[in-house]
T-cell receptor, first 117, second 116 residues
Framework: NAGVTQTPKFRVLKTGQSMTLLCAQDMNHEYMYWYRQDPGMGLRLIHYSVGEGTTAKGEVPDGYNVSRLKKQNFLLGLESAAPSQTSVYFC????????????????FGDGTRLSIL | AQSVTQLGSHVSVSEGALVLLRCNYS??????LFWYVQYPNQGLQLLLKYTTGATLVKGINGFEAEFKKSETSFHLTKPSAHMSDAAEYFC??????????????FGTGTQLKVEL
């Protein structure tokens, strides 16, 4: 049971290059999320999706774009990478739940470690 | 906006000793709280969650947390630390997002070191 799978696991980019991070989940979850993790700052929400074909901005969306063409996949794109985007990126997914959204845990992938020189 | 504060970015205990990791929350509504653990080079794994009802929540690997409304706290404990508990621990509070989904607001994490 794979859960949430992120590719690639590591990547080094030069400033100005573009790339796409892929997240795939096999749990049939409606909701998917992209976070970034920086030292001493915990995880911060970049973008999220509440279903196939929908996306929305989180708290730190600038410099990133996302797409959710299929329910199981959530892509995070960097159009022109900047050193400030050096971080560890985590994808997560969750199930809506029968009654209450707020008590649903999120399931995380193992992360993509991205360095931008 | 809801938030959590984790006191102590690094905690060191001896193997077999009590583990206590502190988390305080700020919320204008009844909070929904989570503890996650992150092992090196891995993603976050759910340890336990508090929704409503019982104030003592039991999680995996022998961890538990007590919700204290009067102290706005949700501290994580384990009676006897094992070497395998060495990891980073995150407290988080859940907020509903516009249009669906829930946003987790994380604390800055506590790195637990277990010594022989």
């Amino acid at each position: 049971n794979a859960g949430v799978t992120q590719t690639p696991k590591f990547r080094v980019l030069k400033t100005g290059q573009s790339m796409t991070l892929l997240c795939a989940q096999d749990m049939n979850h409606e909701y998917m999320y992209w976070y970034r993790q920086d030292p001493g700052m915990g995880l911060r929400l970049i973008h999220y999706s509440v279903g196939e074909g929908t996306t929305a901005k989180g708290e730190v969306p600038d410099g990133y774009n996302v797409s959710r063409l299929k329910k199981q996949n959530f892509l995070l794109g960097l159009e022109s990478a900047a050193p400030s985007q050096t971080s560890v990126y985590f994808c997560a997914s969750s199930y809506p739940g029968l009654n209450l959204i707020r008590n649903q845990p999120q399931h995380f992938g193992d992360g993509t470690r991205l360095s931008i020189l | 906006a809801q938030s959590v504060t984790q006191l102590g970015s690094h905690v060191s205990v001896s193997e077999g000793a009590l583990v206590l990791l502190r988390c305080n929350y700020s919320s204008s509504v009844p909070p929904y709280l989570f503890w996650y653990v992150q092992y090196p080079n891995q993603g976050l794994q759910l340890l336990l969650k508090y929704t409503t009802g019982a104030t003592l929540v039991k999680g995996i690997n022998g961890f538990e947390a007590e919700f204290k409304k009067s102290e706005t706290s949700f501290h994580l404990t384990k009676p006897s630390a094992h070497m395998s508990d060495a990891a980073e621990y995150f407290c988080a509070v859940s907020d509903e997002l516009t249009g669906g989904g829930n946003k987790l607001t994380f604390g800055t994490g506590t790195q637990l070191k277990v010594e022989l």
